[in-house]
C-alpha cells in the first residue's frame, strides 16, 4: 500500500517538472480572400488565446503585404507563449499586424519569437510582457522586426545561438521596463548576428545588457558581416543605462555602407564596462555624454572602422599598481575635448600610465594640443606627483611623473616665438 502511494506521489512529482506541451496553430492562408486570425479557414485548428498557444506562419500563401497584414482580431490582447515563422525554402515577407500579443511564460517555458525564413518577418503588433517575463528572439536567417509599441514590465532578449538572423527594435513609444539583452553566443567572430535599435526609446525603460558581438572588420570577399548592437536611425537618442558582459561593440550604422556616414546617435546613459572593453564602430557619429565606469576594475574603449565618437561626460579611469584602464584608437576619429577624467581609488604607483594610444592611427581630438594637462576636458582627483601629458611624438596621452620631451614641432615652435619675441625687442629699441 505504502509502496504503491509512494509511487503514483513519484509520478505526479515527475510530472509536475515536465515542460508545458505548447498547443499549436498553423496558418495555411485559406483560399486567400481574407487576411483576417478570425477566419477560421486560415488555420488548421479552431484557434485560442491561451498560455500554451503557440503560432506558426509558414509558406507562400497570404502572408501579408506591407499595407494589407495579417490581421490580429480575435481577441485583445491575444494570449500566446510563442510565435514561429517557418520554412526556409520560401522568400516571401510576413507581416503581422492588427491586435495585441500578449506574450507569457507557459509554466517554466518563457516565451519566444523564431525566425526559420529567407526573408524579414516584420511584426506590426502592440506587445504586452508581463513582469517576470523574458521575450526571447531566435532567428535562424535574415531579420525578425518589432515594429508595434511593446509594453509591460517584462524584457527582451535576443539569442544569436539560435542562427545568424537579425532583430530589430524599432518604436519610439516603446515603454517596457524590464531591459534588452544581446547574447552574442555564436562566438566572438561569428558572422552577421545584428540587434538593429531604430527609433529612440526603442529599447523602452530598462538598462540594456551587451553580451558580446563580432569583432572583425567586413570582408567582402568572404561576406562576413560584423555583429552586435547597432544603432540605425538617422537621429537618434537613448537614455538607457548599459552594462558590459563581456567585451562588445556598439556601431553607428554598418560599417560596409557609407550611406550611413551621416547617422548621429547619443547615449545619455551610464555605460558599465564592468572590466571589459567597449568597441565603438561603424560609420556615422556617436556620442556618449554619460558616465563611463568599471565596477569590475579594468576595462576600456578601443575605436576602430571610420566613425567618429565623441566622449562628452565623465571616464572613471580605474589604475591598481601597474594595471591602467586605456583608450586605445586605431580607426576613424575619437573626441575627448569634451571627457573629464577621474581618478578617484586610483593606486597609482608606475611612473608612466597610457591613458590613450593613438600610435596605429586615426585622429584624435583634443582640447588643447602639446603638452598638457588640458589635453582632457577635465581632470578630477588626479594622484599627487602626477601631470597628464600628450606626448605627440610616441602618439600617446599619458599620466606620469616625468613630462616627455618635447616634439620637433614644439621645438621649432619654440625656435619661432624666441625669434620673433627678438624681432620685436630690436624693433623696440632706441637708436643712438
Known sequence: MHKTLWLAALMISALAVQPAMAVTYTWNGGDGSSQDWSTAANWDATLTSAADTALVFGGSNNVGTSANRLNQDVVTPFVLNKLAFQSLSDTTSIYLGGGQLQFVADGSTQPVIEGHRKNTMYVYNPIDLSVGTALSVKNETYNVELRGPITGEGSVVYDTAFGAGGFRLDNANNTFSGGTTILHTGGANASWRRFYIGASGSFGTGDVTLQGGNLNPYNASTNSRPGGMIFHAADSIHANDFELLVDSPLFIGETENSSYSGYQVELTGDIDLNGNTLYLRGQGTGTLSGTILSTGGGGGIKKID???????????????????????????????????????????????????????????????????????GGVVNLPTGYVIANDTVGQQVLLTTVVPEPSTVALLGLGLLSMALYGLRRRGERRP
Open 306 to 376: 571610420v566613425a567618429t565618437w565623441i566622449l562628452a561626460d565623465t571616464l572613471e579611469f580605474d589604475l591598481d599598481g601597474t594595471v591602467a584602464s586605456l583608450i586605445d584608437l586605431d580607426d576613424g576619429t575619437l573626441d575627448i575635448s569634451a571627457l573629464t577624467i577621474d581618478f578617484a581609488g586610483a593606486n597609482a604607483t608606475e611612473d608612466t600610465y597610457v591613458l590613450v594610444d593613438y600610435t596605429t592611427g586615426g585622429t584624435l581630438v583634443t582640447g588643447t594640443n602639446g603638452l598638457t594637462d588640458n589635453t582632457f
